[in-house]
């Protein structure tokens, strides 16, 4: 499989520059965001790896990530909640399911509750629990080598020890 960290975020504009929570919830892409995610989308598609499906986290930076790579790649996306970020700041407050729904009509959020994300004080225990929780899962898929996983900074440092930037991406093997 192919990990990969959303586009530059909102958020990670003002949080890069001064180290401060600006308190921005469930930020965007911004416009460098995006285009850091169709150049990682394109060399994904011109690489020798065929992918079958997106594997996104439900906050709006990751699924706006997921749409460019699935226009990009041709692919559907499927929403995983286990993929989202380490619940620490304002950007990691969601928008409740509902409202994902109206936005993204095409994808299935059945399956989340209304509000999604934990409280902001989720504690690094439990992101390496939910690593290894998905891991553990995505080892079970027929498709793993096929498919590509949008997620967070923290989420992808704890279930890779790889700090990873913007749109980038990395080959992980859920068996290994």
């Known amino acids: 499989m192919i990990l990969i960290r959303h586009g530059q975020s909102e958020f990670n504009v003002h949080f890069s520059r001064t180290g401060i929570d600006p308190g921005i919830t469930d930020p965007h892409l911004t416009e460098a965001g995006r285009t850091q995610v169709r150049t990682t989308a394109e060399a994904i598609r011109r690489s020798e790896r065929p992918i079958v499906r997106v594997v996104t986290s439900p906050y709006t930076r990751a699924l706006q990530t997921a749409e460019i790579l699935a226009d990009v790649l041709r692919v559907p996306v499927d929403v995983e909640p286990l993929v989202r970020e380490h ?3 304002q950007c990691d407050v969601g928008t409740c399911r509902s409202a994902l729904s109206q936005s993204w009509p095409a994808l299935k959020f059945d399956h989340l509750e209304e509000t999604w994300w934990p409280a902001l004080d989720e504690s690094e225990a439990d992101v390496i629990r939910r690593a290894r929780s998905f891991q553990l899962r995505a080892a079970t898929w027929i498709d793993w080598r096929e498919v590509a996983v949008v997620s967070h900074w923290g989420f992808l ?11 980038e991406h990395l080959p992980f093997d859920p068996t290994g």
């Open 87 to 89: 619940a620490m700041f």
């Open 157 to 167: 440092l704890r279930l890779t020890g790889k700090s990873l930037a913007n749109a």
